[in-house]
């Protein structure tokens, strides 16, 4: 709606009118052709960054650990195997054993140590790092589990490490999820492609006529050497580009939806990712082991101090884990909310906003599906990307959902219906009774890390400002889950993802809820939308953070 609106905030112009004057500089120099929208809307007062073309509203807010990209996104180097597939790391032959002697049982609160060694097609060590392994630590019949450490000893072997936090069996399970080699065609593709995937843009005339275009995140991955339509949202600075429609203007972009995913790979870089190489458990190299309680006392759970949850909390590693398929979270003392009663009694009285892509809107859809007083409203929208609604008049009770924008993969969706995070954000008073969630991750791993990084610069100065003007607003991050092992989208990238969203927010009083290692936990194949149990586990710690009493 706003994304359009013909009004111009003249008391800002001072300040539009230089960061216009800079565009109209930098893109007469690099893009001649270039039709440049600004999409108007209100302008917060900011300096303006000299030398950054992309956005000079926020990347001096860039927070000092997300302007290292070397060291915060660091990864063994993985030398290549130049066509020869059999020297790539292979589940069959690399093994894993107890690092100490084997004992008849472990105690409670202890940690279970062993030593990777990966090994090539042919049976021969790897002598560098940089594979991709993971592993939990399962109690099947507790319905028990939590992620294990895997320590890089970039040498071909690895330290793993579990914490024994229920007393009874527990079983290791690891997996390669990507050989090294895999992994460096990703991070090859992942820094050198500018986009992996492409977008379309439908624009719509006076008269009816429709074009359709390539868009995406910059102007090289439209596809065109011709003229290109740009939009920048007045507010985070966020930049889209489209191929100019043949015929009409630019301001007539309307619908978005994805496009096509692009070839980006080799054969040999195919068969490195193939699936009987990729997401493989490794032949088990641990029997099964049993913990007892500690001999001072009986309890069965190894629970952490009992604080209650609040946001900016250390996370420790591993954050939590299953015991009778429930997060137990090592942070804080997490609760349960079995009930439609329970959960309508944490939200009672509040407004939640939930930002983010489609694993977020899982848990709208459990607190809808769950909690009969719950309705959802806007039942004629069927857009993927949102909004959503649900209330509860009589509790007082506002639940929304919508999708972030650009670069979302999705069904066809208006534009206007695409607001930005960051403007979402600034719309936001704040108080006690507001809860932001934001879920981001999964539709950035198909570009190169400067894109998110960009975008998660915008959104932490949104957050920085709504906590410094209603500090007892509660905001919450939901990392990203595991799931796709593509070229695509990768556990490695959305590791890489991760660990830009930690950068992002963690010296901000927010609360991090890690679906990464929620989805790690059990012995469940790993999906993208993962099931209802770790949903409704992910949503008991939000409501832990609301109600932490
Ligand atoms: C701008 O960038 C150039 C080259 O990247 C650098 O030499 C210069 O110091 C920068 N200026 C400012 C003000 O940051
Ligand atoms: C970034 O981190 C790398 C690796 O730790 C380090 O070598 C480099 O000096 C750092 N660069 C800056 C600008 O701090
Ligand atoms: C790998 O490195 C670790 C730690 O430096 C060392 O203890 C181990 O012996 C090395 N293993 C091999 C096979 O080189
Ligand atoms: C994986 O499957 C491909 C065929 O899809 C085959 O050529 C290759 O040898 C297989 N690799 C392994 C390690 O089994
Ligand atoms: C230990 O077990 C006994 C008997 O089963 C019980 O009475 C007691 O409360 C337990 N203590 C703790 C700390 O759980």
């Known amino acids: 709606m706003d994304l359009f609106t013909e009004q111009f ?10 960061v216009i004057l800079v565009w109209i500089l930098y893109l007469k120099m690099f893009w001649p052709e270039t039709i440049t929208y600004r999409i108007p809307g209100p302008h917060p007062a900011s300096k303006l960054a000299s030398n950054s073309t ?14 290292n990209l070397t060291y915060l996104l660091y990864w063994p180097p993985t030398p290549g195997v130049e066509g020869d597939l059999l020297a790539s790391t292979s589940p069959k032959t690399s093994t894993y054993y107890l690092r100490g002697p084997a004992q008849a049982s472990y105690t409670l609160g202890d940690y279970l140590e062993a030593v990777l060694v990966a090994r090539d097609h042919r049976g021969k060590p790897k002598t560098h790092g940089g594979d991709l392994f993971r592993a939990k630590l399962l109690g099947s019949e507790l319905k028990a589990g939590v992620p294990g450490d895997v320590q890089d000893l970039e040498n071909g072997t690895y330290l793993l490490s579990f914490p024994l936090l229920w007393a009874g069996k527990a079983q290791v399970q ?24 492409n977008f379309r843009g439908y624009f719509r005339g006076k008269q009816g006529p429709q074009e359709t275009v390539i868009c995406n995140v910059d102007p090289q991955s439209t596809g065109t050497k011709k003229a290109i339509c740009q939009y920048r949202d007045a507010v985070s600075g966020e930049l889209w580009f489209c191929e100019k429609p043949p015929t009409l203007p630019c301001n007539s972009l ?37 913990v007892r309680p500690a001999a001072t006392s009986n309890t069965t759970l190894a629970l952490s101090p009992q604080l209650p949850c609040r946001p900016g ?3 420790p590693k591993p954050s939590g884990f299953y015991h009778g398929n429930v997060w137990h979270s090592l942070a804080c003392s997490s609760r349960s909310f079995p ?12 407004i939640v906003h939930m930002m983010g892509d489609s694993t977020l809107r899982q848990w709208w859809e459990y607190l809808r599906d769950t909690v009969p007083s719950l309705k959802p409203l806007d039942l004629h929208v069927t857009y993927q990307a949102g909004p959503l609604m649900a209330v509860d008049t009589t509790r007082g009770i506002v639940l929304h959902w919508r999708a972030h924008s650009w670069p979302l993969r999705t069904f066809h969706t208006p534009v206007a219906s695409l607001h930005s995070v960051v403007r979402e954000l600034t719309g936001l008073a704040g108080g006690p009774h507001t809860v932001v969630v934001l879920g981001l991750g999964a539709h950035f791993t198909t570009f190169p890390p400067s894109i998110f990084v960009r975008r998660l610069a915008g959104i932490r100065a949104a957050v920085m400002a709504l906590l410094a003007r209603a500090p007892s607003t509660l905001v919450v ?24 969203l930690r950068a992002a927010f963690s010296d901000l009083r927010v609360a991090f809820i890690d679906a990464w290692e929620m989805t790690s936990s059990l012995a469940l194949t790993d999906k993208i939308h993962p099931v209802k149990l770790i949903v409704s586990n992910e949503v008991d710690l939000l409501l832990s953070f609301i109600c932490p009493t």
């Open 477 to 500: 991050i939901k990392l990203a889950n595991t799931g796709y092992k593509s070229v695509y989208g990768s556990d490695w990238l959305t590791l890489q993802m991760n660990r830009l």
């Open 9 to 18: 905030k003249y008391r800002k112009i001072l300040t539009v009118g230089l």
């Open 54 to 67: 992309e956005s000079p509203f926020l990347l001096d807010s860039l927070p000092q650990a997300l302007t």
């Open 174 to 197: 690891v997996r390669l999820i990507h050989s090294s080699e895999a992994i460096g065609v990703l991070r090859r593709i992942w820094t050198e492609k500018h986009a992996t995937v």
């Open 313 to 315: 909390l250390l996370s």
């Open 254 to 290: 309307v619908g978005h939806s994805s496009g096509s995913y692009l070839k980006v790979t080799t054969k040999h870089d195919e068969n490195l990712l193939a699936w009987n190489v990729t997401d493989q458990v490794l032949s088990q190299g641990i029997s099964p082991i049993l």
């Open 339 to 350: 009930t439609a009663d329970s959960i309508v009694g944490c939200l009672a009285g509040r």
